[in-house]
């Protein structure tokens, strides 16, 4: 585990990474326009749209599901997809049966070149901790009901390997082209804690 990885995150972090930017650009180590434009590429250019882009061309293009399914990194490679906070991404698909869910028990690690910055609940104590003991509770509690039939799987993200949940196509998607399929796959649904939009 790497520091970076699994340390919890101190109360005062906002000041502590506040100073240490201050001091690295001081000693020259790096140009605040560097760091705006590292924060401007996860917050606006990085973000859920890639991974989305991602799941609907394994619904389209049953090649690209099973290399996705095989090797995420490499397949994501292809579609220019990837960086820091994703070196290993792995896919796991939900079916009929399984239903997939990822978290971070110990910190937040996410898959940030598919889904960019992690939502506030995903970091959260709670989700981190009741997910691995309830998650049929907890994926009820956010609005998703499992049937009690559908078994339950859990990734527990770690620095090394990242999971993006590949959501099952939505009844009625039928005959949608790719990039329309792309736009009902929500960040929650490769997270594992909702299902893609239906089509409208
Ligand atoms: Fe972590």
């Not at 049929?136 to 993006?164: C, F, H, K, N």
């Amino acid at each position: 585990m790497t520091a970076e990885g699994h340390d919890s995150a101190p109360a005062d972090i906002e000041l502590r990474v506040a100073a240490l930017e201050k001091v690295m650009i001081e000693a020259g180590l790096v140009a605040s326009d560097t760091i705006d434009a590292i924060v401007d590429t996860y917050e606006n250019q990085v973000g859920p749209h890639l991974g989305a882009a991602a799941v609907a061309r394994a619904w389209v293009d049953e090649d690209f599901r099973r290399r996705l399914l095989d090797d995420a990194t490499t397949a994501l490679a292809e579609l220019g997809i990837g960086g820091v906070q994703g070196e290993v991404v792995v896919a796991v698909e939900n079916t009929e049966r399984v239903h997939n869910a990822v978290v971070c028990t110990l910190c937040s690690c996410y898959p940030w070149p598919v889904l960019g910055l992690p939502p506030a609940w995903y970091k959260s104590p709670p989700y981190r901790a009741r997910m691995v003991r309830e998650p049929r509770a907890v994926l009820a509690e956010m609005g998703l009901q499992l049937d009690p039939d559908v078994e339950i799987r859990v990734w527990d993200s770690t620095a090394e390997i990242r999971y993006l949940v590949v959501p099952r196509r939505p009844a009625g998607s039928e005959g949608m082209e790719e990039e329309d399929l792309a736009a009902l796959v929500t960040r929650d649904s490769m997270i594992g804690t909702g299902e893609p939009r239906l089509p409208s």
